[in-house]
């Protein structure tokens, strides 16, 4: 009678221990997913602080950059450095680039501030050859006794993504003699063309390419971008 007590008495001691320790590793484990959850919560609330101050960092260097490049093109163009006017393009410096300042240096790939300076100073005498070859044809044009011009609207959808890029791309055609870029909806760009010469050049998508290649577009993939891209990523590498 006393052994059967003493056994059962050691079963429940058992079960209890048992119980008591799978309650202790109940406990465990939900202290473990809590701790987890909340190292998780702190990381992630830290990368949003970084994220904040960087891209407040950001911001603000876009603004300087794009005050200053304003401010320099109205002394350049103005020409006159006395106060009341150096003072009214400080003003008219400070609103335009406080309400565009993300517009100009806008660029949806990783990239470099300095490499797109470096290709848009290339693309400038291209563009500029390009415009001088067209004003030889708007002069023939023109002056040809036939008068062969032969205007007509065309529509293209452009692949570019950014804005910026199709500010780049519109003003490019406009300053193009020949061209001149009349709408811009849901990435169509409506351009005038005098003939189709004119029309059959921008056609061929040369110049939206450089554009592209510009501002390192997803769609216009260069051997030029992936060494531009692994340059930097060799650099925050050696950074780190």
């Known amino acids: 009678m006393e052994v059967t007590i003493f056994i059962h008495a050691a079963d429940d001691a058992f079960r209890i221990l048992e119980n008591a320790k799978e309650r202790a590793v109940g406990l465990l484990d939900t202290a473990t997913t809590l701790t987890s959850e909340a190292r998780w919560m702190e990381e992630k609330r830290v990368q949003s602080i970084l994220k904040g101050a960087q891209e407040a960092r950001s911001g603000f260097q876009n603004f300087v950059a794009t005050f200053v490049i304003l401010m320099a093109f109205w002394a350049l163009l103005s020409e006159k450095f006395d106060a009341f006017h150096l003072s009214l393009g400080v003003i008219c410096s400070l609103i335009v680039a406080y309400i565009s300042h993300d517009l100009l240096f806008a660029n949806v790939r990783v990239g470099d501030g300095r490499i797109i300076a470096q ?32 205007p007509q609207v065309m529509t293209f959808k452009t692949k570019l993504e950014s804005d910026i890029s199709w500010v780049t791309l519109a003003n490019s055609i406009t300053l193009t003699p020949g061209t001149i870029t009349m709408d811009i909806e849901e990435r169509e760009f409506v351009v005038h063309a005098l003939d189709s010469k004119v ?42």
Do not use: C
């Open 199 to 240: 029309a059959a050049d921008l056609d061929t998508g040369e110049m939206e390419d450089r554009v592209a290649h510009i501002f390192m577009e997803a769609d216009h993939i260069y051997i030029q971008d992936v060494l531009d891209v692994s340059r930097i990523f060799t650099e925050l590498k050696r950074g780190r």
């Open 119 to 150: 290709r848009f100073l290339h693309y400038i005498p291209w563009l500029l050859r390009e415009i001088v070859t067209a004003n030889f044809h708007v002069a023939y044009l023109a002056l040809s006794p036939r008068m062969p011009i032969d």
